[in-house]
Structure formats: structure tokens, C-alpha cells
Nanobody
Framework: QVQLVESGGGLVQAGGSLRLSCAAS????????MGWFRQAPGKEREFVAA????????YYADSVKGRFTISRDNAKKTVYLQMNSLKPEDTAEYYC????????????????????WGQGTQVTVSS
């Protein structure tokens, strides 16, 4: 069983930055692909970013490319999402998730590919 706990959300003005963290416990963190998703009220959960087990493969949604950076520290069992140049449309509940399936050079980009989820952390960007 894998437990994921997000932190770092909050209220920020447009153009500002936040860093989200997701701490994992249980299982073997270095054997999971990790992803960040977000969900705004009334909308479906959408992919934000993903990172492979070793951290060597990164993938971003077009809407955040160049502004967000995903990283991981396997020794600390933590994955991060650095969010810069935030926009009001980035407002959402942000979730981290663990993908237990080995995908080679690929990373998961859809929610159904992920096996465990955190409880979410709210990010609100004011204009």
C-alpha cells in the first residue's frame, strides 16, 4: 500500500510561484513513475506533468510547458512540482499519483494509468 501526501498549495497572485511537494510512504518509491494532475470545479481531472522512476524522463502538458518543472528525490521519497509564472487558469486542486507499471521510456499521462493518489492540495491564482 502506498500513501501519498501533498503539500505546498495556497493562494498566490498571477505571475507568482509555488512549489508543491508529495511525500510517499509504503512500497518502493524509486520503482514508481510519478505524476501530477489537477482538477478545477466542474472540469475533468487533467494531466499536468510526469516523471519516470529514475527521473530521466519528464513529460508536461502543453499548458504548463516552460512554466512548471517536475522533479523527484528518491532518497526522500518525494516528488515536487515547481510552478512559476502562475496564471488564474492554473487554479485547481492538484493531485500527485503513483504509477506502479513499468513503461520503459514512457510515462503515464492519463489518470487510469495511476494506481495510488494523494488527497490533493488547493492552488488558487488571483488575477
Amino acid at each position: 500500500q502506498v500513501q501519498l501526501v501533498e503539500s505546498g498549495g495556497g493562494l498566490v497572485q498571477a505571475g507568482g510561484s509555488l512549489r508543491l511537494s508529495c511525500a510517499a510512504s509504503g512500497g518502493t518509491f524509486s520503482s514508481y513513475g510519478m505524476g501530477w494532475f489537477r482538477q478545477a470545479p466542474g472540469k475533468e481531472r487533467e494531466f499536468v506533468a510526469a516523471i519516470s522512476r529514475s527521473g530521466g524522463r519528464l513529460y508536461y502538458a502543453d499548458s504548463v510547458k516552460g512554466r512548471f518543472t517536475i522533479s523527484r528525490d528518491n532518497a526522500k521519497k518525494t516528488v515536487y512540482l515547481q510552478m512559476n509564472s502562475l496564471k488564474p487558469e492554473d487554479t485547481a486542486e492538484y493531485y500527485c499519483a503513483a504509477d506502479l507499471t513499468y513503461r520503459g521510456l514512457r510515462v503515464g499521462t492519463v489518470p487510469t494509468q495511476y494506481d495510488y493518489w494523494g488527497q490533493g492540495t488547493q492552488v488558487t491564482v488571483s488575477s
